[in-house]
């Protein structure tokens, strides 16, 4: 029985056990990001073996290419791409709306032109859940309509409004045995609709909830400001999912406001482009300084890149083009955020979770914020 165990809560912070029917996934959780089922330049060995419990694959983007139906009949998205621990599916929402011009949006769904070859493609609420059904994931997002940064009080009214009717459709057909069912809570930026958002989803039969539509360009202040108001009026019964965001800064703050599961691509995005996070802050391996450096990526790091291998050979791999330069940069960045997690993560229920904060803002050198 697929479910959320809330265990402790201190500082603001919550630790829990989400089990699904392919394993259990220890809470504050990060997801590697696997938009076309498969974290880029790495095997799900090696995702596993740097400690992640759950993917995240993306509706849109797997929908398209290869199609939800041959998915089904390849025996499902676990099957097809080779992982063993749980798969979160993204409704796609913020990716058909990121289309701007080439979608258009009515009550009923969104109808839209494919990236791949111009086709025309149509989302509903129900086509979305029925798509994330043949995928065969462990938790289904629910489709909603996000806004960017700046939006205006009455665009995210609209968008919000649309976005719950959205979700009760979505509530609608049939769960598929096992798999969870997300809403996700949306407002644009003004205070007063996120809290309308989530008090009007959380009285819905969801199993969890995402807050969508932050970090979309609004000053980082204002992003913790909005996410704090909806997190405490969130049931506490279920988890919460903070939506695209994936910097230490983001998982810290998010931790002392109760979110309980992150996704990111920067992780692996960065690595591909040569540069690595540290305790130092972000590296650029193929910046001249690292030619000669013997040190590891960061010390104070257990991975196999760490392990076995120095900045200079790296920057030497990212000059050269070898893909094996993206590969462990890749390794490394994960690793360092999935043990930063598990860091705070271990912190909750202990009586230290404020002072670990403290601690890891001066760490990172950040700044705190209100």
């Known amino acids: 029985m697929s479910r959320f165990e809330l265990i402790a809560e201190e500082s603001g912070g919550r630790r829990g056990r989400l089990v699904t029917g392919h394993g259990v996934i220890e809470t504050p959780a990060f997801m590697p990001v696997g938009t076309q089922a498969t974290v880029k330049a790495l095997s799900p060995d090696e995702v596993q073996q740097v400690g992640a419990e759950v993917l995240l694959g993306n509706t849109y983007h797997l929908a398209l290419r290869p199609g939800a139906e041959r998915i089904a009949r390849l025996g499902g998205l676990h099957r097809f791409m080779g992982w063993r621990g749980a798969i979160l599916t993204d409704s796609g929402g913020f990716q058909v709306f990121s289309l701007d011009h080439l979608v258009k949006v009515t009550d009923d769904g969104a109808t839209f032109r494919s990236h791949l070859d111009g086709s025309e493609q149509r989302f509903t609420p129900e086509s979305v859940m029925e798509i994330q059904r043949q995928f065969g994931s462990d938790i289904a997002m629910a489709f909603d309509q996000p806004v960017s940064w700046p939006a205006t009080v009455d665009g995210a009214r609209t968008a919000m409004e649309r976005t719950h009717r959205w979700a009760k459709r979505c509530l609608e057909p049939a769960p598929l045995d096992g798999q969870m069912r997300f809403g996700i809570v949306q407002g644009g930026f ?108 960061d010390e104070s790091c257990d991975c196999y890149t760490c392990a076995r291998f120095t900045r200079a050979y790296l920057r030497h791999l990212f000059m050269s083009g070898e893909i094996l330069g993206h590969r462990l940069a890749s390794i490394h960045n994960l690793r360092m955020l999935l043990r930063l997690v598990a860091q705070l993560r271990d912190a909750i229920g202990t009586g230290g979770l404020a002072r670990l904060i403290a601690s890891l803002r001066e760490e990172w050198s950040l700044a705190p914020v209100p």
């Open 190 to 297: 003004d205070p007063g609709l996120r809290i309308e958002s989530a008090e009007t989803l959380g009285r819905m039969a969801f199993d969890g909830f995402g807050v969508g539509g932050l970090s979309l360009g609004e000053p980082k202040a204002l992003t913790y400001e909005l996410l704090a108001l909806q997190t405490a009026r969130l049931p506490g019964d279920r988890p919460r999912y903070l939506m695209g965001v994936g910097t230490p800064a983001d998982f810290i703050e998010a931790v002392a406001r109760g979110v309980d599961m992150f996704d990111c691509v920067l992780p692996t995005r960065i690595a591909r482009n040569g540069s690595i996070l540290t305790r130092d802050g972000r590296l650029n391996l193929r910046n001249r300084q690292f030619i000669e450096d013997r040190r590891p990526p």
